[in-house]
């Protein structure tokens, strides 16, 4: 085998192929701009490319249209490796970790889980239609309100988001309050409080609406505003997929919200698993995987939006005290 003739650091011949390297976990990987970004045919972002260092050095993108690009590029940096850097200069690859290899196993279970269900939602999805009057009339809290909503879906001393989806950061920090201070401000609330509410609790003193600044998730949200092209249909297939994950999936259904324009939003209880099970199924019934998101401001119940109400339609009774 040949010498190499200086000693270069291997994570310095990748920033001299790829510019510059964001290295995450002591530089076994990092991100990196995707030497095949001008032939992405979708909007290229900041994290889509990643190279990894352990072992023979690899290249991955998020994007499909640049793999060969992506090709070329990991042989002519494993090449470099090879003629600059000493033997072993690179760490073995690295194993997945006994608590990564269960959260794979975990979210393929789910996954294959969800597709079995979805099979009978694709077959005839029309079996959980939910027409509206019957929603109604099965309420098991008529006539609640806002009021109720708070008090229903947390404990008195849990920190909620309520605000304009911007409003995050220390000037909007009058954003959040306990559940208890909201049941207690004026039903509806003004319009100046916004349209939105996060579904997860805060820690205290948060001040953004941010993942590290959550203490609990205790709802995932089902909304489907793209099941049709038509609003009407839209609206009725969205309520049968709520329906669906209530009396197929089994899942612990908590409110219904209308969103004022063309979708519901079913508010559930997490389910076992969390959202690594929860949101393959959302997805595969055609459910926005965005409004599952923990942090995901999603429509306050009882806000106007262009002059119709964001109504709660539903809401269940939590069995608190
Ligand atoms: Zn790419």
Same mark, same amino acid.
């Given at each position: 085998?040949?010498?190499p003739s200086?000693?270069v650091d291997p994570?310095?011949?990748?920033? =001299?192929?790829?510019?510059?390297v964001?290295w995450?976990?002591g530089?076994?990987w990092?991100y990196?701009k995707?030497p095949?970004? =001008?032939?992405?045919?979708?909007?290229?972002r900041h994290r889509?490319?990643?190279?990894?260092?352990?072992?023979a050095p690899?290249?991955?993108?998020?994007?499909?249209?640049?793999?060969?690009?992506?090709m070329?590029a990991?042989?002519?940096?494993r090449?470099?490796?090879?003629?600059?850097?000493?033997e072993?200069?690179?760490?073995p690859?690295?194993?997945?970790?006994p608590e990564e290899?269960e959260?794979r #196993?975990?979210?393929?279970?789910?996954?294959?889980a969800a597709?079995s269900i979805?099979?009978?939602?694709?077959?005839?999805?029309?079996?959980?239609r939910w027409?509206?009057?019957?929603?109604?009339?099965?309420?098991p #809290?008529?006539?609640?309100t +806002?009021t109720?909503f708070?008090r229903e879906?947390?404990s008195?001393s849990?920190?909620v988001?309520v605000?304009?989806?911007? =409003?995050?950061? @220390?000037?909007?920090?009058k954003r959040?309050m306990?559940?208890?201070d909201w049941?207690h401000m004026?039903d509806?609330?003004p319009?100046?409080?916004?349209?939105?509410?996060? @579904?997860s609790?805060f +820690?205290?003193g948060?001040?953004h609406r #941010?993942?590290e600044h959550?203490?609990?998730c205790?709802?995932v949200?089902?909304?489907?505003?793209?099941?049709?092209?038509d609003?009407?249909e839209n609206?009725?297939r969205?309520l049968a997929?709520i329906r669906f994950?209530?009396?197929?999936?089994?899942w612990?259904? #908590?409110a219904?919200?209308?969103s004022g324009?063309?979708?519901?939003?079913?508010?559930?209880?997490?389910p076992?698993?969390?959202h690594? =099970?929860?949101v393959?199924?959302?997805?595969?019934?055609?459910?926005? @995987?965005?409004?599952?998101?923990?942090?995901?401001?999603?429509r306050r119940?009882?806000?106007?939006?262009?002059?119709v109400? +964001?109504?709660?339609?539903?809401?269940?009774?939590s069995g608190?005290?």
């Open positions: 085998m040949k010498e200086v000693d994570r310095k011949v990748a920033e =001299h192929e790829l510019g510059p964001d995450q976990e530089g076994t990092g990196c995707c095949g970004a =001008h032939l992405h045919n979708k909007p290229t889509d490319c990643r190279v990894y260092m352990d072992g690899r290249i991955y993108c998020l994007h499909s249209s640049c793999s060969r690009t992506l070329t990991a042989d002519e940096l090449g470099s490796v090879r003629a600059l850097c000493p072993g200069s690179l760490p690859r690295s194993l997945p970790t290899l959260r #196993r975990s979210k393929n279970a789910a996954l294959a597709l979805t099979e009978d939602w694709a077959k005839d999805w029309s079996q959980w027409p509206l009057e019957d929603l109604y009339r099965s309420n #809290r008529q006539g609640a +806002q109720d708070f879906m947390w008195p849990d920190v988001w605000g304009e989806a911007h =409003h995050s950061g @220390p000037p909007y920090y959040w306990t559940a208890d049941a004026p509806p609330l319009e100046r409080f916004g349209h939105f509410i996060c @579904p609790t +820690q205290p948060a001040m #941010r993942k959550l203490l609990s205790p709802f949200i089902a909304e489907a505003d793209s099941l049709s092209e609003p009407v609206l009725s969205n997929a994950l209530r009396d197929r999936a089994g612990n259904l #908590r219904v919200i209308f324009s063309k979708s519901y939003h079913g508010w559930f209880d997490l076992a698993g969390g690594d =099970h929860a393959p199924l959302l997805k595969a019934i055609g459910c926005d @995987p965005a409004a599952a998101r923990p942090t995901q401001p999603v119940p009882g806000a106007m939006r262009d002059g109400e +964001q109504k709660l339609c539903w809401l269940s009774h608190k005290p």
